[in-house]
């Protein structure tokens, strides 16, 4: 079968919404500017609750508006925000920031995947959503890697140049997206209040079977997953790697990771992901550097097919209610657990050392391993895309 119109042009301007090039040079711009490593994790936590307070009021209005037309005021505000970065460094300019970028990105992170199932769905494919996600988020990870290589080569220049880089990716995002119809949920929520469709997706949550533990077990595995993104490269420095190759590190590791989550079999044991991710995070510990590039890889690998197992759950269950609010409350769940515990994260380190917050991050796979329903972990055979 032909693949839905209009869906590889959504996926491409994704992937621009997600091409950060600032990311790896995010602490040492940070110390640019005199923040320093605690007050940025506070900023990163202050910024993590904004997209939760602000996470269900955009899907609402994405619902309203059409998710096309979040993503487009999503690229923007992004794209503005890196600009201001770029041009005016400053910690004043960095703390200003953050509410366009959490604004921005809860107008993203739910309306991009809507958009997806929209585009699917007005092909008569939505039983295709977790397959394209699957390869999204593969995909995903080589742009990170092609991100990453580049962002070393703007560097160069400066830091400002990888702050330009991502405000010109932005755009380019919105030129895409200008051509892509605009798909509107078949249903009639989106003529409801915020209050309306909140105590709606409250209902749904409750009357779902097993769907309040999988909301759990996505709150742990993405508290997991971003404390992680922050410390791996702690993890390559402490196994040896030398702190100019962990860039190089990290491209490698997403490319390897999209390599895995592409050739694994779609019938893959989400609970078997779950359990490597466990194994994997413990070793990042490891004081040999080949044992933690490869945990990296399981780690980025299972995350790769656990967000469109989660996404796909939660549509199923909750896409009557809007469909980019049912997948801003996946983000939600992602953001909540980071929002809470990155204030601490320092004081943690501090106490059990980078080693003990692996152990710790097994733990939270571990326990949402076992909080997830049987519905969750099965799955249900989709559609090849």
């Not at 005016?88 to 703390?95: E, K, R, T």
């Not at 059990?352 to 152990?359: D, E, K, N, Y």
Request: charged share 10%; hydrophobic share 60%.
């Amino acid at each position: 079968m032909t693949a839905a119109p209009g869906l590889a042009r959504v996926q491409v301007a994704r992937l621009l919404l997600g091409g950060y090039f600032f990311v790896p040079y995010l602490v040492l711009y940070a110390s640019s500017v005199d923040v320093s490593l605690s007050l940025l994790l506070a900023i990163e936590a202050f910024f993590a609750l904004l997209i939760v307070l602000l996470d269900l009021p955009a899907g609402h209005l994405a619902d309203r508006i059409g998710p096309r037309q979040a993503l487009i005021l999503g690229a923007l505000l992004q794209g503005s925000a890196a600009a201001l970065l770029g041009l005016a460094p400053s910690a004043a300019v960095f703390w200003a920031t953050q509410p366009l970028f959490a604004a921005a990105t809860a107008l993203t992170m739910g309306a991009d995947a809507a958009l997806a199932a929209g585009v699917l769905r007005a092909a008569g494919r939505a039983d295709a959503f977790e397959a394209s996600e699957r390869v999204f988020q593969s995909l995903q990870l080589a742009a990170t890697a092609l991100v990453l290589t580049s962002a070393s080569a703007l560097s160069l220049i400066g830091m400002s140049a990888t702050f330009l880089a991502t405000a010109a990716g932005q755009l380019a995002a919105v030129g895409i997206l200008l051509l892509v119809k605009d798909v509107r949920s078949p249903s009639d929520v989106d003529r409801i209040s915020l209050r309306a469709r909140v105590r709606g997706l409250a209902r749904g949550v409750r009357e779902a079977p097993g769907l309040s533990a999988d909301l759990l077990a996505m709150i742990l595995v993405g508290t997991a997953f971003a404390v992680l993104l922050y410390l791996t490269p702690v993890y390559y420095v402490r196994a040896g790697l030398g702190e100019t190759l962990v860039g190089v590190a990290a491209a490698g590791v997403a490319l390897a990771a999209s390599t895995a989550a592409l050739l694994l079999p779609a019938q893959w044991s989400v609970r078997v992901s779950v359990a490597l991710a466990v194994v994997a995070a413990a070793a990042l510990a490891s004081p040999w550097i080949a044992a933690v590039l490869v945990a990296a890889v399981v780690v980025q690998t299972a995350q790769a097919r656990l967000v469109p197992r989660f996404r796909a759950r939660v549509l199923d269950d909750l896409h009557t209610h809007g469909e980019a609010s049912a997948m801003s409350i996946v983000t939600t769940s992602r953001n909540l657990g980071f929002a809470v515990l990155a204030p601490f994260v320092g004081v943690l380190t501090a106490w059990t050392g980078p080693g003990g917050l692996a152990v710790l991050c097994a733990a939270l796979f571990a326990v949402a391993g076992a909080a997830m329903s049987t519905r969750l972990s099965a799955g249900k055979q989709l559609e090849t895309v």
